[in-house]
């Protein structure tokens, strides 16, 4: 199941509150952030690519392929997606792409699983929500609508992702909170801020 589901980890962005530079390269609990990610996603996957922009030496230690955005400028997460489409299409014989965040180390071990269930073999985009809230970073695509996302960044009109997700077939996956010894967690609780390591640490140490 996993050949038929490459996997695009979205690892560019800097972050000015958490002092510069590739945020998800800090590390939560001794390991860096990303490598949680990849930890996370690569079982889920036949194949794995990551997503950033600059240069791509600085990701050499986890051995994957490195794609940017095609899209001229800042086009958002959906550049980062149609980038992984495209390496898909020429790389791999999967049907889907699944996008994760690379400032999101506790999202489901089970979440290729579930987003594929609810395509239902269908070249449908598959989105995670939680706690009432859709995370579009999140979704499955299906690779044949790789040229219909690059029309639509290209023309520029906007860059919202659920502007582009409401013109094809496409479902919404609910996932439960984490249970924690502490407050139940969201699993698409994502780092911003110090305040926000501070807690992964301690969830990290925790083995959530």
């Known amino acids: 199941m996993t050949e038929s589901v490459a996997g695009v980890v979205l690892a560019g962005g800097l972050s ?24 996370r996603l690569k079982p889920q996957v036949g194949n794995l690519v990551l997503n950033a922009n600059g240069d ?34 020429e790389n791999t014989n999967a049907r889907h792409v699944v996008s994760a965040a690379g400032d999101t180390p506790f999202f489901p071990r089970d979440l290729v699983a579930k987003l594929l269930d609810a395509a239902g073999g269908k070249d449908r985009i598959v989105l995670a929500s939680s706690n009432g809230r859709t995370h ?4 499955l695509w299906p690779v044949s609508l790789a ?33 924690t010894a502490g407050e139940p ?24």
């Not at 000015?16 to 930890?39: C, S, W």
């Not at 780092?191 to 925790?206: G, K, R, S």
Request: without cysteine.
């Open 147 to 179: 040229d219909d996302l690059d029309a639509f960044l290209t023309a520029g009109e906007t860059r919202k992702v659920l502007v582009w997700v409401d013109r094809h077939d496409n479902a919404t996956v609910n996932f439960p909170m984490l249970e």
């Open 16 to 39: 000015r509150r958490m002092g510069g530079g590739d945020k998800t390269l800090l590390t939560v609990a001794g390991e860096p952030m990303l490598q949680r990610v990849i930890d």
């Open 136 to 139: 579009p970073v999140f979704g």
């Open 185 to 208: 967690l969201d699993p698409f609780f994502n780092i911003n801020t110090p305040e926000e390591m501070d807690a992964a640490e301690q969830l990290a140490v925790a083995g959530v």
């Open 56 to 89: 791509p030496a600085r990701f050499a230690a986890y051995g994957l392929p490195v794609v940017t955005d095609p899209i001229e400028g800042f086009a958002g997460p959906l550049a980062g997606v149609l980038a992984g489409l495209r390496w898909a299409g």
